[in-house]
T-cell receptor, first 113, second 111 residues
Framework: NAGVMQNPRHLVRRRGQEARLRCSPM?????VYWYRQLPEEGLKFMVY????????ESGMPKERFSAEFPKEGPSILRIQQVVRGDSAAYFC???????????FGPGTRLTVL | KQEVTQIPAALSVPEGENLVLNCSFT??????LQWFRQDPGKGLTSLLL?????REQTSGRLNASLDKSSGRSTLYIAASQPGDSATYLC??????????FGAGTTVTVRA
């Protein structure tokens, strides 16, 4: 049973470009969570999604950031017009329901030049 | 809002010494508390998960305690080894689904 998959593992973008981060949950998991780890800081909750629904996006910046989890395919975290302050590690976690343990992927490290 | 603090931020010990890592949280109404290990540039490895009804969990050389009333958890690592060098994160889960993480304690075990 493969774990949570994230790709790409490393992503380099220039200021103003778009970044798309993908997360494939563990088999049988329909709940996905995104967290961001800024340099020298702890992970911060960004958004919680179930298939085709955003349940809680209270931790996500209001502008430039969006997330989706379509019926088919991975969850996508999209950052438009990236700025240097978006440079961070973005982790995805999944669980079979909202009460169970969250299992984390290896993360995507975004560097904005 | 849950706030999680880890002290110290960094720790250096000689091989063989026992490690004591501290985690404090402000809201005692937690669902569980989890300890993770993170190696540089890598993902999170779950070490121990303590449910709110439990006082401690053990796995090999690792033991984690939980005191909800005082808002504290402690991770003990016995007989440290150079391979234990990493950053250790604690995360408190409130009675919803959000994990609130501390900034971590970076451990260096000197051979």
């Amino acid at each position: 049973n493969a774990g949570v998959m994230q790709n790409p593992r490393h992503l380099v973008r220039r200021r103003g470009q778009e970044a798309r981060l993908r997360c494939s949950p563990m088999k049988g998991h329909s709940h996905v969570y995104w967290y961001r780890q800024l340099p020298e800081e702890g992970l911060k909750f960004m958004v919680y999604l179930q298939k085709e629904n955003i349940i809680d996006e209270s931790g996500m910046p209001k502008e430039r950031f969006s997330a989706e989890f379509p019926k088919e395919g991975p969850s996508i975290l999209r950052i438009q017009q990236v700025v240097r302050g978006d440079s961070a590690a973005y982790f995805c976690a999944s669980s079979p329901d909202s009460r169970n343990e969250q299992f984390f992927g290896p993360g995507t490290r975004l560097t904005v030049l | 809002k849950q706030e999680v603090t880890q002290i110290p931020a960094a720790l250096s010990v000689p091989e063989g010494e026992n490690l004591v890592l501290n985690c404090s949280f402000t809201d005692s109404a937690i669902y569980n508390l989890q300890w993770f290990r993170q190696d540089p540039g890598k993902g999170l490895t779950s070490l121990l998960l303590i449910q709110s009804s439990q006082r401690e969990q053990t796995s090999g050389r690792l033991n984690a305690s939980l005191d909800k009333s005082s808002g504290r958890s402690t991770l003990y690592i016995a007989a440290s080894q150079p391979g234990d060098s990493a950053t250790y994160l604690c995360a408190a889960r409130s009675n919803d689904y959000k994990l609130s993480f501390g900034a971590g304690t970076t451990v260096t075990v000197r051979a």
